[in-house]
């Protein structure tokens, strides 16, 4: 090689700049940027977050990353309060790590104010409202009363639990031996007549149901209290 050529490609070498390697103090950084503004956005709603990023190897370098970093929950926060953030590079040698945070939601929710029987119809004074973690299990749990009074209960329970959606049912809408009004339907064309239910139903349950004046029984949807509905 030419001593021209030697000294051209040194002086090449020595003016491109050395982009240094994306290290764990700054995937650390975009990691709590992210987690801020998620606290951010649901303090709007009235929630409280607090987050922690796992430990991250201090020696930790990754290809040099010339776009911000990219991070995202791998999985549904609400549902755990150890979920999993994904950092991802999308730069010209893109790159993806999995870093472990602690994330906690906190605000108001309904729990048992006594011991609940199953099969009971919830009324305001067997709940009170309080604050406490949501994000604890799989289960969000109910902060809206009206999606609580009168709903019946699939177990019991204790003082102090949580109510979430599964220990909550509509309760029958007819029981078995119910008259009902039979609502025969087809477009804008309605008949209704009388009949008694041969089962219980929730509202959206199909149930058989006798049609009191000719005798015949069919399978219709139970649509509100005392109403069941057929297909014309």
Same mark, same amino acid.
């Given at each position: 090689?030419?001593? %021209?050529?030697?000294?051209? /490609?040194? @002086?090449?070498?020595? +003016?491109? &700049?050395?982009? *240094?390697?994306? $290290?764990?103090?700054?995937?650390?950084?975009?990691?709590?940027?992210?987690?801020?503004?998620?606290?951010?956005?649901?303090?709007?709603?009235?929630?409280?977050?607090?987050?922690?990023?796992? %430990?991250?190897?201090?020696? /930790?370098? @990754?290809?040099?990353? +010339?776009? &911000?970093?990219? *991070?995202?929950? $791998?999985?549904?926060?609400?549902?755990?309060?150890?979920?999993?953030?994904?950092?991802?590079?999308?730069?010209?040698?893109?790159?993806?790590?999995?870093?472990?945070?602690?994330?906690?939601?906190?605000?108001?929710?309904?729990?048992?104010?006594?011991?609940?029987?199953?099969?009971?119809?919830?009324?305001?004074?067997?709940?009170?409202?309080?604050?406490?973690?949501?994000?604890?299990?799989?289960?969000?749990?109910?902060?809206?009363?009206?999606?609580?009074?009168?709903?019946?209960?699939?177990?019991?329970?204790?003082?102090?639990?949580?109510?979430?959606?599964?220990?909550?049912?509509?309760?029958?809408?007819?029981?078995?031996?119910?008259?009902?009004?039979?609502?025969?339907?087809?477009?804008?064309?309605?008949?209704?007549?009388?009949?008694?239910?041969?089962?219980?139903?929730?509202?959206?349950?199909?149930?058989?149901?006798?049609?009191?004046?000719?005798?015949?029984?069919?399978?219709?949807?139970?649509?509100?209290?005392?109403?069941?509905?057929?297909?014309?």
């Amino acid at each position: 090689m030419h001593m %021209r050529t030697i000294i051209l /490609l040194t @002086l090449v070498l020595a +003016a491109t &700049p050395t982009v *240094a390697a994306t $290290t764990a103090e700054q995937i650390r950084q975009a990691a709590n940027r992210f987690l801020g503004e998620f606290a951010e956005e649901l303090s709007a709603s009235g929630y409280e977050v607090r987050s922690e990023v796992g %430990r991250l190897d201090p020696r /930790l370098a @990754l290809a040099p990353c +010339a776009e &911000p970093l990219a *991070a995202s929950f $791998t999985g549904d926060p609400w549902e755990s309060s150890q979920p999993t953030l994904q950092m991802q590079c999308e730069g010209q040698r893109p790159w993806r790590m999995f870093l472990p945070v602690s994330v906690t939601i906190e605000g108001e929710l309904y729990s048992a104010a006594q011991p609940i029987g199953r099969g009971e119809r919830l009324t305001e004074s067997m709940i009170e409202r309080v604050s406490g973690v949501m994000n604890t299990s799989r289960r969000r749990p109910i902060t809206q009363l009206e999606d609580l009074l009168g709903k019946e209960m699939t177990r019991s329970i204790n003082r102090g639990t949580v109510l979430t959606p599964n220990l909550v049912v509509e309760p029958d809408a007819v029981q078995r031996g119910d008259h009902v009004i039979i609502t025969a339907r087809s477009g804008n064309f309605t008949v209704n007549s009388r009949g008694k239910a041969l089962a219980n139903g929730r509202p959206g349950e199909q149930v058989m149901v006798e049609n009191l004046s000719s005798s015949r029984r069919i399978r219709g949807r139970v649509v509100a209290p005392g109403r069941v509905e057929i297909p014309m």
